[in-house]
T-cell receptor
Framework: DQQVKQNSPSLSVQEGRISILNCDYTNSMFDYFLWYKKYPAEGPTFLISISSIKDKNEDGRFTVFLNKSAKHLSLHIVPSQPGDSAVYFC????????????FGQGTRLTINP | ETGVTQTPRHLVMGMTNKKSLKCEQHLGHNAMYWYKQSAKKPLELMFVYNFKEQTENNSVPSRFSPECPNSSHLFLHLHTLQPEDSALYLC??????????????FGPGTRLTVL
């Protein structure tokens, strides 16, 4: 039983448009959520996070939205750039920290020129 | 050298071999992790070390044996592995709690193939 799910294995978006990556979770005890980005032959790199006390966090072109009632979060990238092409992982943890992360399966984002 | 490094980057071993994966971090972090990523599966947490003490073993088979001699180094000793253990093994580290950031930083991984 997967506690963090990314139901779209892949997503293709035109350069300059908005990319929206989705993530659902089942455990209401999760209180801290993160997005990681992974290029081939590299480890995941931290992108942005959000605490459960917030519903939005923005950092440049990246915004994460959290809907606790729906147990859903999303990552918006706008405008999308070719360098954004990568696999994006959603992760969740307990106790307002990143001590023990539970990851989704990842979504491969391709930005087309 | 900065960040989290892992060696080797690729490893091919037979089922009777003994090998070790190494992870090193130069970030001053006190928590270190081993993860396994199999094809089309989420990253699975294997072990957690805090201040050199193992605080989590996620029901990992004994053919995987972690070692953390100090806060900067983490090893994963492998023996009598099975072909289904072939995967990407990722190491991560994290800053102490209550620091200004507490996300995990990952190494590039070791791609392991068991024949």
């Amino acid at each position: 039983d997967q506690q963090v799910k990314q139901n779209s294995p892949s997503l293709s978006v035109q350069e300059g448009r908005i990319s929206i990556l989705n993530c659902d979770y089942t455990n209401s005890m999760f209180d801290y959520f993160l997005w990681y980005k992974k290029y081939p032959a590299e480890g995941p790199t931290f992108l942005i996070s959000i605490s459960s006390i917030k519903d939005k966090n923005e950092d440049g072109r990246f915004t994460v939205f959290l809907n606790k009632s729906a147990k859903h979060l999303s990552l918006h990238i706008v405008p999308s750039q070719p360098g954004d092409s990568a696999v994006y992982f959603c992760a969740a943890s307990y106790n307002q920290g990143a001590q023990k992360l539970v990851f989704g399966q990842g979504t491969r984002l391709t930005i087309n020129p | 050298e900065t960040g989290v490094t892992q060696t080797p980057r690729h490893l091919v071993m037979g089922m009777t071999n003994k090998k070790s994966l190494k992870c090193e971090q130069h970030l001053g972090h006190n928590a270190m992790y081993w993860y396994k990523q199999s094809a089309k599966k989420p990253l699975e947490l294997m072990f957690v070390y805090n201040f050199k003490e193992q605080t989590e073993n996620n029901s990992v088979p004994s053919r995987f044996s972690p070692e953390c001699p100090n806060s900067s180094h983490l090893f994963l000793h492998l023996h009598t592995l099975q072909p289904e253990d072939s995967a990407l093994y990722l190491c991560a580290s994290r800053a102490p709690e209550r620091s200004s950031y507490n996300e995990q930083f990952f190494g590039p991984g070791t791609r392991l193939t068991v024949l």
